[in-house]
């Protein structure tokens, strides 16, 4: 039996933009909904979709993708009004995908993202991933689990590559490091899969993921991109390619305003290193660590 549909949740920094812009629209032979060149959520003056939504017109597949993000970010899990809107908005993807041979896949890193996680903004603290609520309402809608994908990194390289990528966007600042990560400890420790820190515990991810009813498929982020056939690793149909033959995107650490070398990156690593040890979380994340 095909799941109903494919959720590919990131995490974030491991390819996920280069897959979203290239490698599904170009080389992925699934229906797919994503972000378009708008970003993942809905802005204010774009709400007017949730009345078009509402009214049963027409949506285009990343409109439809953007509805899901937005509620699925906003609800806190039970039966308000966000968690309505994704359940119909997700009615909607399913409808709309019943013609195709093959499930439809709704890709998104910000799925496995919090406000709370990608800086420090105490008020959004306790918001769970989106994928947390996205699976209950897939569930509520069909008797057929969602297959989700993640894509895992090495620990401490994903939670400074995140770090980087946070600094850069001017959510934080490379001084403010240290109370970043006691920050994110913190969080996870009070609201449990809320937290950056929550990306690190592979095996805990997964083993909740799959306690909501959904089939996870983790995909090694090393065999990501050293696969010459990138679709197949990920279970999906299309061309055969590889990563390596794709346009990168993100390539922000190199830009001349941002230019950090290599050692300052594997002194961070250390840094890191450290504070989890101090944190005695260190063995915990390794234990756990698909890699």
Partial sequence: MNPSII???GLPRTATTTLQKTLFPKHCHHPLYTKDRMSS???KNEYNLLDKLNQGQTLANSEIARIIFTSATLTNGG???WFSKLLKATEKLLVTSESSELPPILSSEFLTLTVASYNIRGSEAGRQFGIIPLVKA????TNEPPKIILC?????EHFC?????IVRQGASKIEDFNKYVKYQFRLENNWKYSSNIAHLYHKSLITYLESLNSIVKPIKYKDLLESPDALRLLNLEGEKIALSKLQKEN?????PDFNISQDKIQRMQV?????FRALDIYNKIYEEAFV
Avoid: C, G, W, Y
Avoid at 138 to 141: G, M, S, W, Y
């Fill in 161 to 165: 590559s995140m770090f980087l990528r």
């Fill in 41 to 43: 959520v809905l802005t």
């Fill in 251 to 255: 390539h922000h650490l190199s830009q």
């Fill in 138 to 141: 897939v569930n509520k809608l």
């Fill in 79 to 81: 039966e308000d009004e």
């Fill in 152 to 156: 895992l990194r090495d620990p401490i």
């Fill in 7 to 9: 959720i590919h949740a």
């Fill in 271 to 275: 840094s890191v290193r450290n504070l």
